[in-house]
């Protein structure tokens, strides 16, 4: 482990502290036999003033309570559609909540079920970075042909200097259709913080080249770029990427088509270069399992993305094979974080009269990041 991952590791550490990851000490055993019952009840006892929102990554204990499920996307127009119900427990992690806490309204109040629920990626870009990168950018000249876009999977503080410069969010479903909208309105993209999904995007939907994208290290002086890398290129990637996306290769792809003769690779757009460009199909969530779901009886799909899902496919998939792509099994630790004892904890807690691990984002920073959501969601 070099030093660069040593300093993410320490700052995703004091992000987990500064949002806190303890719950009050009630939650209950995972082994309660009761707990599926008791999450019945809670829920039917808070009924139509509580929304449960799931994104397809999460446990099926979990999964099977969402009133809607969904990837990022969908969730965040679930949210700003619904204004009725008065609490959204939001079964994900913490980026998606605050997000569905700045696109409801203010009597509305969205709740994460175990506050450690975090992000890997959407910690590997604070504020205070991304401000000293478009300092950089001022300085040469070219942030005034910049736009931001900052993929979903980030802090609301990104979000909010997204909305302010002009910019908009984007998810792993639209990111082509923003990224257009980004180069009709300026010359460069700068790409937060997702630096596979920016470049798959640029090289794979808009046809640049892997040239016209830089890599901004924001753990170097000038993101370890020279003035004239900067002002060349036009796109330019932030350093961030998904632990759990990150893992699949090519080696995978091969050995997968060895082992099951006939397989097609649909993978995530998170996955690196190399593995997009070798799969047959690329997809957000929605997509993929859209793509599975409507597959002809018999066909195979080795499939790189988050395992909960992937399980899930094969188990609603009974007359396709569906397998996951890598050999050896890898959750995303921070979605499994909520699991039912936390859902019970937390709704338990409001029938008793008392709100629990509520997501609130500071006013000032909800009302530019919300001028970058609606962006999104106005996108043609
Ligand atoms: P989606 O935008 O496909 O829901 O992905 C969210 C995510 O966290 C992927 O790792
Ligand atoms: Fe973040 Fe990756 Fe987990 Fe998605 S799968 S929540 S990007 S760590």
New binding site residues.
Partial sequence: MGITDLLLLGQERDLKSERGVSCDGALPAASDPDLVARAVAAKASLGSRAMILGHH?QRDEVINFADIRGDSFKLAQAAADNSSAEFIFFCG?HFMAESADILTTANQKVILPDLAAG????DMATATQVDTAWQVLTKLGVAGKTIPITYM?SSAAIKAFTGKNNGAVCTSSNAARAMRWAFEKGEKVLFLPDQHLGRNTAVLSLGLKLEDCILWNPWKPNGGLTDEQIKKAKVILWRGH????GRFTVENIKDVKIRLPGVQVLVHP?CQHDVVSNADVVGSTEVIIKTVKDSPAGTKWAVGT?LNLVQRLANENPDKEVVFLDKTVCY?S??NRIDLPHLVWAMESLVGGKLVNQIKVEAEVARYAKVALERMLALP
């Fill in positions: 990554y992690v992000c890997s990626m959407a999977n998904c632990s759990v996306h998170e988050e995303c921070t979605m």
